[in-house]
């Protein structure tokens, strides 16, 4: 993991109002992805599979947060957790994404 991994990450992470680093066969990742959907959510999705540095990204994040699985989730700069943190605080989504801007 390099330290430019780190800064690509944060950048995503600072620039975006919902930020999801994700895996495309991940089933847990399309059930974060389903429920910032229905909740009208904009987010910007990382595929860690798809792209050229995801391994490198992927260390940035438990860097980062502490945390390797998929989805990582980012609301508001601020690190939810994965996907069963999301659906822990489904009811207090519509108001994270308002604050957040993102719906």
């Known amino acids: 993991m ?3 991994a ?15 680093f994700s895996k495309s066969y991940c ?3 399309r059930a974060t992805k389903e429920a ?5 959510a904009k987010f910007c999705e990382i595929q860690l599979d798809q ?3 995801g391994a490198d990204l992927q260390a940035a994040l438990q860097k980062i947060n502490g945390q390797r ?6 609301i508001g700069q601020k690190h939810i957790g994965g996907n ?6 489904k009811s207090e989504l519509p108001t994270l994404l308002k604050t957040a801007g993102a719906v």
């Open 6 to 20: 780190v800064q690509k990450v944060q950048t995503i992470i600072d620039e975006n109002a919902v930020a999801v």
């Open 51 to 53: 792209v050229d540095d």
């Open 27 to 29: 089933p847990y990742c």
């Open 69 to 74: 699985t998929v989805p990582s989730i980012y």
């Open 2 to 4: 390099s330290a430019t």
């Open 36 to 40: 910032l959907t229905k909740a009208g």
């Open 84 to 89: 069963s943190d999301l659906q822990a605080r």
